[in-house]
């Protein structure tokens, strides 16, 4: 950019998935002390969830999105014939966020996962379509209301992203895409919650089954748990040494505690492990 000159009021286009969305956010918010940018996002995680919301970030070896800022696209393009580009897996782990959306915030939306599970992994463009679009307006809708994160509402947007994000920086990522990563942390906060007696058996059951519906996965693979809990620790959303957990109270309802005890977090995940 130094040697072609970019100037300050020249827009910046992020066309690819959720890296290049990050990286592309990062560097217009921080050269010229800030430029405009576009996000053309081409792979499902990146349409539905990381391109809407203005959260702008890059990963350390020490923890994941530690180095960023908020800084809104001045649009989001999304194209969803680009997704028939996207290899099997990348396209699959994509659609973790969207079960996440319908988990937390839209009945409705988890059971068209439920059962257009064929039409989704074939990415008929209809369904498609239509299951990214309603998942699009969740997140804006939540950011709208709470852009910063300051208010609590846009905090339940991270349910199974603080057991996802610990353990894509303690598997170096490398092995776990972010949506299988977010998987994991899924079924560990439905398991921690059911144990809390917060979460129904039913819903925990339910996600499960859909989770392993779309090849995601639900067990922790082979890591070293120490890098694992160090991570958690790092986590933007603790406060203090407590870690907050996005909770399930039935389909559609989430909350949030910072009272889950060590011992019931570490049985939790230690009983998920392969």
């Keep these: 950019m130094v040697v072609n000159r970019a100037k300050r009021d020249e827009t910046i286009i992020a066309l690819g998935g959720g890296v290049v969305g990050d990286l592309a956010g990062f560097v217009a918010s ?35 999105n530690l180095v960023g800022a908020f800084h809104q696209p001045l649009m989001v393009i999304a194209d969803v014939s680009t997704l028939v580009t996207l290899p099997r897996r990348e396209a699959v782990e994509g659609w973790a966020e969207g079960i996440k959306h319908g988990l937390i915030l839209d009945p409705g939306l988890f059971e068209i996962f439920e059962s257009e599970k064929e039409s989704l992994l074939e990415l008929d463009h209809v369904v498609t379509t239509d299951v990214i679009k309603r998942s699009m307006g969740i997140k804006a809708r939540i950011v709208s209301l709470d852009e910063r994160e300051t208010l609590g509402y846009r905090t339940l947007l991270n349910y199974g992203h603080t057991l996802g994000h610990a353990l894509e920086t303690a598997t170096e ?11 994991i942390g899924m079924m560990a906060a439905a398991k921690i919650g059911n144990r809390l007696g917060i979460t129904p058996d039913t819903l925990v059951e339910r996600q499960e089954r859909v989770l392993r519906s779309f090849d995601l996965p639900i067990s922790i693979p082979k890591v070293d748990m120490e890098i694992v809990n160090d991570a958690m620790a790092l986590d933007k959303k603790a406060e203090g040494s407590r870690l907050r957990w996005v909770l399930l109270k039935d389909l559609g309802q989430a909350v949030v505690r910072d009272d889950v005890p060590d011992t019931l977090i570490r049985d939790v995940l230690s009983s998920m492990l392969r």
């Design 173 to 183: 990522y490398g092995v776990l895409l972010h949506g299988e990563a977010v998987a």
């Design 30 to 64: 921080t050269y010229n002390r800030g430029m405009n940018f576009v996000q053309a996002p081409t792979s499902v995680a990146a349409m539905m969830d990381a391109s809407i919301g203005g959260k702008t970030a890059v990963d350390l070896k020490q923890g994941k």
